[in-house]
C-alpha cells in the first residue's frame, strides 16, 4: 500500500515568457503595425503560440490569441486587467463614465445603469428605430429611380445618430442633431488620430487640429449640459435614456450628478451610433457579395412579416436577419481590438504576464481562427445554428466584449441594427457601385476607408 507520504508530489512547472516579437530599436514594431494593424495582429495569432509579446513604441503587449485566456481578462480575473492609462485618450472627451472608468466608481454606475437597459424598457424603442427607417427610406426614392448611387456608411450613419439622438433626449435636440454630430465625428477623428500616431501633441498646444477638437468639444459640453440643466428644471420627460438616467438612484438613494450624467450621455450618444452604423454598413456590403444569403434574408422577411413593417414583437422570429449581423461582426467586429493594463503579474495559458505590462484581445484575429471557426473567411450566417455552435469555446467570438464590463448598451445595439436591416431589406436591394475599392480603416472601430457607395433598388 503506497501511503499519501510516499506518493510522487505533481510537478507544477513554472510559467514560461511567451514568445517574442523582435523589432526595431526603441520603436519595436510600431513601424509594421502601423503599415497593417489587421494583418499584423492575425500574423500575430496565427504564426505564434497562444500568447505573444511585442513592443510598439514605448509600450509593451501581450497580444492573447486563446478563448481562455480572454476569459481570463474579461471575467475570471477582471479585476487584475483595468482600461488604466490605455483609456486615457477616451476620458479626455468622454471624462468619467462607465465606458472608460474601473473599481468602486464603475460598479457604482453600473448598478445605477442596469435597470435603465433593462430588456422590457428597451422595447419601447423599437417603434423609434422603425420609423426613424422609414423616414429616412423616403428619401432615397429619387435616388432609387435615378439610380443614383450613394454613401451606405455616410447614411447609416446619419440613421444610428438620429436614433440615438431622439432615444436619449426625444426631440430636445433634434434641430441640433447635425451639428452635434459633426462636432462628434471631430472629436473621434481626433481620438483616433492620437491612436494613430504615438507621439502627439497635447491638447493645450495651438495647432489647428486642437482648436478644432477643442471647438468641437465645447458645442458639444454646452449642448449637454443645457440639456441636463432644463431637464432638471422641466422634468417632464422620463421615457426617454435621459430621463431614466435622471431618475436612478443608489442604494443610499442618491442619483447622478449633472456632470456624471454628462459623461453618461456622451459615451452613449458616441458609442450608440458609431457601432451600429458601422456593423450595418458592412452587413450591406457582405450582402451585396452574397446574393444567396440575401435572397433567405428576404424569404425570412416575407414569412414572418407579410408585406408589414417589422416591430420588436417580431425580433425572436427574425432568427436568420440576427444570424447575418452575427456572422457581419464576427468579420468586421466594431471594436477590432481592446487593451487592458495589467495590475499584478498573472499567468494566461501558461505564460507569466508581467505587472504593469499591457494585454490586448483582437475579436478580429480570433473571429478567423481556424481552431475555432471552419473556412474563417468564409460569409457564413448559418455556423451561428445552435447545432454548429455546439463546442465553440466562449470568447472564441466576441464582438462587443464580455464578461462584468461588457458593453451595457448591447441589448439596444442589436435590437436597432436587427429592426434597421429587415425595415430597409424589405424594400430595397443595395447594390455595389462598380470599380470601387472597398477597404477596412482599423481605428477606435473598424469602418470603411472611403465609405462604401451603392445603389438602391425597389423590391
Known amino acids: 500500500m503506497n501511503h499519501p507520504i510516499n506518493q510522487p508530489v505533481p510537478t507544477v512547472l513554472p510559467a514560461r515568457n511567451p514568445p517574442s516579437l523582435r523589432g526595431y530599436f526603441l520603436l519595436g514594431s510600431m513601424l509594421e503595425f502601423q503599415q497593417d494593424r489587421l494583418g499584423f495582429v492575425t500574423r500575430m495569432a496565427r504564426e ?43 476620458r479626455t472627451f468622454v471624462g468619467n463614465s462607465l465606458f472608460t472608468s474601473d473599481g468602486d466608481f464603475w460598479l457604482r454606475q453600473r448598478r445605477l445603469m442596469q435597470p435603465v437597459f433593462h430588456r422590457q424598457r428597451l422595447a419601447g424603442f423599437a417603434d423609434l428605430m422603425r ?17 443614383q448611387s450613394f454613401d451606405v456608411a455616410e447614411q447609416m450613419t446619419r440613421l444610428t445618430m438620429q436614433i440615438v ?64 440643466k432644463e431637464r432638471r428644471q422641466n422634468p417632464e420627460n422620463t421615457e426617454d435614456l435621459l430621463g431614466m438616467l435622471m431618475s436612478a438612484r443608489d442604494d443610499r438613494g442618491e442619483g447622478m450628478s449633472d456632470k456624471q450624467l454628462h459623461d453618461e450621455a456622451i459615451t452613449m450618444f458616441i458609442a450608440g451610433h458609431e457601432t451600429t452604423a458601422n456593423a450595418l454598413t458592412w452587413a450591406w456590403y457582405l450582402l451585396a457579395l452574397h446574393p444567396h444569403v440575401e435572397g433567405r434574408l428576404h424569404e425570412e422577411l416575407e414569412q414572418v412579416l407579410q408585406s408589414r413593417p417589422p416591430t420588436g414583437a417580431d425580433l425572436p422570429q427574425l432568427g436568420y436577419t440576427r444570424m447575418i449581423l452575427d456572422e457581419t461582426m464576427r468579420l468586421y467586429p466594431p471594436a477590432w481590438i481592446t487593451n487592458r493594463s495589467v495590475v499584478e503579474e498573472d499567468e494566461i495559458c501558461g505564460y507569466r ?10 475579436p478580429y484575429a480570433m473571429h478567423r481562427d481556424l481552431r475555432y ?4 473567411e468564409v460569409f457564413d450566417p448559418l455556423r451561428f445554428l445552435p447545432e454548429r455552435s455546439e463546442g465553440r469555446p466562449n470568447y472564441a ?14 441589448g439596444f445595439a442589436l435590437m436597432e441594427a436587427t429592426l434597421v436591416l429587415a425595415t430597409i431589406a424589405q424594400r430595397y436591394r443595395l447594390v455595389l457601385q462598380p470599380g470601387q475599392r472597398v477597404e477596412s480603416l482599423p481605428q477606435v472601430t473598424l469602418r470603411p476607408r472611403d465609405g462604401i457607395h451603392m445603389v438602391a433598388q425597389a423590391r
Not at 353 to 362: D, G, Y
Not at 397 to 410: A, L, N, T, V
Open 48 to 90: 505564434y503560440e497562444d500568447v505573444v509579446r511585442y513592443q510598439i513604441a514605448n509600450l509593451v503587449f501581450y497580444q492573447v490569441n486563446h478563448p481562455k485566456g480572454v476569459q481570463r481578462i474579461l471575467q475570471d480575473n477582471n479585476q487584475n486587467y483595468i482600461k488604466g492609462d490605455s483609456f486615457q485618450v477616451f
Open 131 to 147: 420609423r426613424a427607417s422609414l423616414e429616412m427610406l423616403e428619401g432615397w426614392r429619387p435616388w432609387a429611380q435615378s439610380g
Open 165 to 228: 439622438t431622439q432615444a436619449l433626449f426625444s426631440s430636445h435636440v433634434l434641430g441640433e442633431s447635425h451639428a452635434i454630430g459633426q462636432a462628434i465625428a471631430t472629436v473621434l477623428a481626433d481620438v483616433a488620430y492620437r491612436f494613430d500616431i504615438p507621439f502627439y501633441p497635447p491638447l493645450w498646444a495651438p495647432t489647428p487640429r486642437n482648436r478644432r477638437t477643442l471647438a468641437a468639444q465645447r458645442l458639444v459640453d454646452q449642448t449637454m449640459y443645457a440639456i441636463i
Open 353 to 362: 504576464i508581467p505587472k504593469n505590462s499591457m494585454v490586448a484581445i483582437c
Open 373 to 376: 471557426w471552419e473556412k474563417p
Open 397 to 410: 467570438y466576441f464582438p462587443i466584449g464580455g464578461g462584468p464590463h461588457q458593453c451595457i448598451g448591447k
